[in-house]
């Protein structure tokens, strides 16, 4: 069984960086489809960032600005996210697909069957 634990979710001004970090247990996620989500008061749980074998997608409304990375030393996923914008505020959340098919990117919310506890991330304009 893997356990999900994700940090470094902060209060931070507009136009700055953060780098959130998801850490694996329980065995090792290397092959594995991860992805990031987010969910803000409100509003449902939003797409943000996927990783597979073969790549990465990320939703509209933060191309450009993060990147889904992973350190498979580590067994952890990050996510850096760089000129944040208060409409970024929400809880995020790390997730793991437990099988995946070689080549698919998993980008909907039910494709992933564990989760984290979520870290909170607060921009202020």
């Known amino acids: 069984q893997v356990q999900l634990v994700e940090s470094g979710g902060e209060l931070v001004q507009a136009g700055g960086s953060l780098r959130l970090s998801c850490a694996a247990s329980?065995?090792?996620?290397?092959?594995?489809?991860m992805g990031w989500f987010r969910q803000a008061p409100g509003k449902e749980r939003e797409f943000v960032a996927a990783s597979s074998r073969t790549g990465s997608s990320y939703g509209d409304s933060v191309k450009g600005r993060f990147t889904i990375l992973r350190d498979n030393a580590k067994n952890t996923v990050y996510l850096q996210m760089n000129n944040l914008k208060p409409e970024d505020t929400a809880v995020y959340y790390c997730?793991?697909?437990?099988?995946?098919?070689?080549?698919?990117?998993?980008?909907?919310?039910?494709?992933?069957?564990?989760w984290g506890q979520g870290t909170q991330v607060t921009v202020n304009s």
């Open positions: 997730a793991r697909r437990s099988s995946s098919s070689y080549g698919t990117i998993y980008v909907r919310e039910k494709e992933y069957d564990t």
């Open positions: 329980g065995r090792t996620i290397t092959y594995d489809a």
